[in-house]
């Protein structure tokens, strides 16, 4: 069964900084395209940036210039470096793993960005 489970989550000031990371386990293949989704209150979950295996990334537009997707290689551990953070970005934040007509999601961890 495969399992994803983010950490990072947190509290921070504008224009401050947090790392998520995410770790899945119980794959026995390497996931095409891992990603992350965030959701905030009352709005839909939309795509914050994506990474194949290949190392091809996709941000949304809000996020441009200020998070960086990375991933190791070979492996199903996937990060998330979010940099000048503002009150927008506040919402819980998701891991995504899809494979060949499969998908996983992670818990989610929450991220608040105030003052």
């Known amino acids: 069964q495969v399992q994803l489970v983010e950490s990072g989550g947190g509290l921070v000031q504008p224009g401050g900084s947090l790392r998520l990371s995410c770790v899945a386990s119980?794959?026995?293949?390497?996931?095409?395209?891992m990603g992350w989704y965030r959701q905030a209150p009352g709005k839909q979950r939309e795509l914050v940036a994506s990474?194949?295996?290949?190392?091809?990334?996709n941000y949304a537009d809000s996020v441009k210039g200020r998070f960086t997707i990375s991933r190791e290689n070979g492996k199903n551990v996937v990060g998330l470096q979010m940099n000048s953070l503002k009150p927008e970005d506040t919402a819980v934040y998701y891991c995504?793993?899809?494979?060949?007509?499969?998908?996983?999601w992670g818990q989610g961890t929450q991220v608040t960005v105030s003052s």
């Open positions: 995504n793993g899809r494979h060949f007509g499969f998908e996983y």
């Open positions: 119980g794959s026995m293949f390497i996931m095409a395209v």
């Open positions: 990474i194949t295996s290949g190392g091809i990334t």
